[in-house]
Nanobody
Framework: VQLQASGGGLVQAGGSLRLSCVAS????????MAWFRRPPGKEREFVAA???????NYADSVRGRFTISRDNAKNTVYLQMNSLKPEDTADYYC????????????????????WGQGTLVTVSS
């Protein structure tokens, strides 16, 4: 199983980026897929998660600015990031599990079985 993340880059504050994460080797249509990030010098933190095709939840710091979505036909999860701030600068990682995680469990990275490589997002002020 592989998760391939892409879409990171350099953007000015207030700008937008869309991250993609394509899964191969296994489908996660009924499972949980998520985005985490690791800001420079900090611990990995939860960003957003989606279970199945309906249930989503977000970190307070990104709610209203970021949108997680998935295309099950393409086995892909996206993260649309709008109104970016310098504090959004981080390596972004996608995680996946075939489990239907409850909301609170989605924030725990240890509940994900598969991880993609990071994609760097840099937001300049």
């Amino acid at each position: 199983v592989q998760l391939q993340a892409s879409g990171g880059g350099l953007v000015q504050a207030g700008g937008s980026l869309r991250l993609s994460c394509v899964a191969s080797g296994r489908t996660f249509n009924t499972g949980t897929m998520a985005w985490f990030r690791r800001p420079p010098g900090k611990e990995r933190e939860f960003v957003a998660a989606t279970r199945g095709s309906i249930s989503t939840n977000y970190a307070d710091s990104v709610r209203g600015r970021f949108t997680i979505s998935r295309d099950n036909a393409k086995n892909t999860v996206y993260l649309q990031m709008n109104s970016l701030k310098p504090e959004d600068t981080a390596d972004y990682y996608c995680g996946a599990t075939t489990s239907n995680l409850i909301t609170s469990a989605r924030r725990n990275p240890s509940n994900y079985d598969y991880w993609g490589q990071g994609t760097l997002v840099t937001v300049s002020s």
